[in-house]
């Protein structure tokens, strides 16, 4: 090398930029060749690298949760939130509400000295499947924080001792809900254990009525009105019997009951024929297994419509079982003690006991002179239905933008009148699991989940 040219004041190290590709080339070559012979050496290195890099990536991650716990700590009330007046957290309560439209009807309809309104945009990140730093980055999370003056597992300094979810009865606003409430049970436990978290029921329904308005929080609430109402206007000759009244009404409770009692059975396979030919054959004991005597009765009355059974002997519990073959679809129902044990069933054989004359005896039903017969139970509550909506205007309410300033403080916000829904965690483990299944990652265990609980679903809307 003719002019050598060296860094710094030491000379360690050659600075000749046309030696660099000459010193590399060499060297790539040896190290290769060394490496290949020496494959521990290599995979040392190759581990120190990836240590190293992972140091780097936590230093960073660890880094900005600082910066943002920072943030946090230090930040000032996000510009979207409508404060309240007063100080004292133990009379103050915050609304977290879905959209502008929404957080814009609440502001105007809140008490402007204790209630405070945190209007959020869209649906939240899933908490469950992201990391802190990833979590106190997100906008909406971060003003949730802000708002309610506190840290992630730290709630010491909550800034209202009421915090209220309040979303619309939508499918949207059901996701948005169980998103909130993973991020309060994940990252802010202690407002839950403490009862500081509420969700709020919105009304489903208003009912007019002439001059006169009234709501129903939800289908329940709003069946029972319509039926009551109906009721009220008809009467019914059950064989000789008149019903009508507070008699009437708890007759119609009890097969409204035994009707969804039915549909449940139906979408797990038994049809309603076969529970009512258990019923009338008084089957519901383990006893009623030991022998043959009930299940030829209950054979004979399946067959006179049409269905073919066979009775079975179990050796394992030496107990009979029926199998039970419908006429049309010719699909199998297998019938045994278990299900004729069973808390609902025995539930549901007890209503039918109550009322059996609706289903073995002719029905009449009275409206004023009118006078109508009816084939099924079926036809008896959709009467009532009819005339319980006879001269009313229903809204079903699909969110809480679509209600003016006064209904919302009438029906949700007026402490005098709302209700409310505390969110407890009675079993934390169980909790926990089910927040980890339905929000987790594992999609198959998310899955399992559904397809064993879909039969149970209530109100769905789609």
């Not at 009379?91 to 509400?97: A, F, T």
């Not at 929404?102 to 990391?131: C, D, F, H, M, Y």
């Not at 309610?148 to 499918?171: E, Q, W």
């Not at 809204?395 to 916000?413: D, S």
Request: charged residues 30%; neutral net charge.
């Amino acid at each position: 090398l003719q002019n050598p040219q060296f860094e710094g004041q030491t000379k360690a190290k050659l600075g000749n930029s046309e030696m660099k590709g000459l010193v590399e080339s060499v060297l790539n070559e040896k190290l290769t060749e060394y490496l290949e012979l020496h494959q521990d050496v290599a995979r040392a290195i190759i581990n120190k690298v990836i240590e190293a890099k992972r140091a780097r990536e936590a230093a960073k991650k660890a880094k900005e949760l600082v910066k943002s716990k920072g943030l946090i700590e230090n930040g000032i009330l996000p510009g979207k939130l409508a404060d309240c007046q007063e100080s004292d957290p133990s009379i103050c309560e915050l609304y977290i509400v879905e959209g502008d439209s929404a957080g814009g009807s609440a502001k105007q309809a809140r008490n402007r000295k204790t209630q405070a309104i945190l209007p959020i945009k869209g649906k939240i990140l899933n908490v469950e499947k992201s990391r802190d730093e990833r979590v106190l980055s997100n906008q909406e999370i971060k003003s949730i924080y802000l708002a309610l003056g506190v840290n992630p597992g730290n709630s010491d300094r909550l800034r209202y001792h009421k915090v209220i979810i309040m979303t619309d009865a939508d499918v949207d606003g059901s996701h948005i809900r169980t998103l909130l409430l993973t991020l309060f049970y994940r990252k802010m436990p202690g407002i839950i254990t403490n009862g500081n978290l509420y969700i709020a029921q919105p009304p489903l329904y208003k009912i007019k009525l002439g001059n006169k308005e009234i709501y129903a929080k939800d289908e329940e609430e709003f069946e029972k009105i319509i039926i009551n109402r109906g009721i009220e206007r008809i009467q019914c000759i059950v064989g000789n019997a008149l019903l009508k009244g507070t008699e009437l009404r708890k007759s119609v409770e009890a097969l409204r009951n035994l009707e969804r009692y039915f549909r449940e059975m139906e979408r797990a396979g038994i049809n309603k024929n076969i529970i009512l030919s258990l019923f009338q054959t008084d089957i519901c004991r383990r006893a009623d297994f030991d022998k043959q005597e009930k299940l030829m009765r209950l054979r004979a009355q399946l067959e006179k419509i049409g269905y073919e059974v066979e009775i079975l002997k179990d050796r394992e519990h030496n107990l009979f079982s029926i199998n039970i073959i419908e006429p049309v679809k010719k699909s199998k129902t297998k019938v045994d003690y278990e299900l004729c044990t069973g808390d609902d069933y025995i539930e549901a054989y007890r209503q039918y006991k109550e009322i059996k004359d609706f289903y073995e005896k002719e029905i009449r039903c009275m409206n004023g002179n009118i006078e109508t017969s009816v084939s099924s139970t079926e036809e008896i509550l959709q009467l009532i239905n009819e005339k319980g909506k006879e001269g009313i205007n229903t809204q079903r309410y699909k969110g809480l933008g679509e209600m003016n300033p006064e209904q919302l403080w009438e029906t949700t916000m007026n402490p005098e009148k709302r209700s409310l829904m505390k969110v407890s965690i009675e079993d934390a483990v169980e909790a926990d699991q089910i927040f980890t299944v339905l929000m987790g990652n594992n999609i198959e265990t998310r899955r399992m989940f559904i397809e064993n609980n879909a039969l149970n679903v209530r109100n769905l809307d789609i």
